[in-house]
């Protein structure tokens, strides 16, 4: 409905702009705004079904094995990012996690001193990090993520951390989702 009144103004803009008067291309402008707008809220409407009462349990990988925070920064690219391609590696220290080492965290960090870096000094503490249940619901770990701009989230249960929900797992399922699931019954369902 509501690219439809944008098509109307953008038409009519252009044919009051071309024969009445220039003050037409203000319409132009406006219906081209709405347009957008009703797209973007079209978007949002689609990815709000996408991940309708999905919750973290039903999206999350089961987490790697930390690795002591004492590792130095080269360690952990080696064996963790660049072996196993992990954006995000858990830490411990006597068998505790202790924090969180993210790619962006070793970005920070100058290449050169990455072999003398322990990941305790470039980690984010435990106590820092945010955290979801199984039972949260993806589209409220989606605004967590989006507001404290960070890629993925661990999912704690009972004190144990059971597993990691990642942005790259969320838009997966969003498109899955809208690439097989059936389009008419997908747009109807509220």
Known sequence: MGQGIAWVMIGGGIYVALTISLTG?????????LKQAAESAYEQLMFDR???????????RAPSDPMPDSSSLQRIVDER??????????LEHDGVVSGLLTTTDLSRIPREEWPTTSARNAMVPTAEVATIAPSTLVSDAVRTMVERDIHQLPVIDEGRLVGMLTRGDVLNHIQTKMHFADRSTFEQRS
């Open 81 to 90: 990012v660049l072996d196993r391609a992990e954006r995000c590696v858990l």
């Open 50 to 60: 996408a991940l309708q009462n999905v919750r973290a349990r039903d999206l999350m």
């Open 25 to 33: 291309i203000w319409y132009v402008f406006i219906g081209l705004f």
